[in-house]
Each structure stands twice: as C-alpha cells, then as structure tokens.
C-alpha cells in the first residue's frame, strides 16, 4: 500500500509558478513510477506528467511541455510539479499517482494504482 498527500496548490497570477509536492508513505515508493494528472471541472482527467522509479524516463503531456518539470527525491520518498508559466488553462485539481512496475512508466490514468486526495490550483487571468 502506498498513501500519497499533495501539497503546494493555490491561488497564482498568470504567468506565475507554483512547486506541488507529493508525500508517499510506505517502504515500496521506490517500486513505483509516479506521476501528476489534473482535471478540471467538466473535463476528462488529464495527464501531466510522469517519472520512472529510477529517473531514467520522463514524459510530459503536450499542454505542460516546456513549462512544468517532473523530479522525484527517492530518499525522501516525495515527487515534484514546478509549474512556469501558469496559465488560466492550468486551473484544475492536481492529483499525483503511484503506479507501474519495474521501468515501465505508464501515461494512462487508469494504469496507476494509488492516487492522492488532489490540491487545488487556480490561475487568476
């Protein structure tokens, strides 16, 4: 079993940034790919981003490209969002996920296992 906690959404201008943490607890994190998924009201959940257990693959969706970054600190048992460049478009809920086995570093929602309780995060135009 593997509890996730997000932290770090608000309420940001645009153009702003915005770091989300995401705390795991549990001796297997290590075990698992994770990744940032958001959704927004009356749409579909959407991927953000992910990270291999071992930092080897990194992927990021389209809208995110450019402007978020992914990173995962093993010994703390914590992963990142930094958020640049923050749009109105970005406001969603921001979940993180635990998900995946060996180096296999899905990018579907349904492939991740455990999910965290979501933060919020609102761009102001």
């Known amino acids: 079993q593997v509890q996730l906690i997000e932290t770090g959404g608000g309420l940001v201008q645009a153009g702003g940034s915005l770091r989300l943490s995401c705390g795991a607890s549990g001796r297997t994190f290590n075990n698992y790919a994770m990744g940032w998924f958001r959704q927004a009201p009356g749409k579909e959940r959407e991927f953000v981003a992910t990270?291999?257990?071992?930092?080897?693959?990194?992927y990021y969706g389209d809208s995110v490209k450019g402007r978020f970054i992914i990173s995962r600190d093993n010994a703390k048992n914590t992963i990142y969002l930094q958020m640049n460049s923050l749009s109105p478009e970005d406001t969603a809920v921001y979940y993180c996920?635990?998900?995946?086995?060996?180096?296999?570093?899905?990018?579907?929602?349904?492939?991740?296992?455990?999910w965290g309780q979501g933060t919020q995060v609102t761009v102001s135009s």
């Open positions: 996920a635990a998900g995946g086995s060996g180096d296999y570093t899905p990018l579907g929602w349904l492939e991740y296992d455990y």
């Open positions: 990270i291999s257990r071992n930092n080897n693959n990194i």
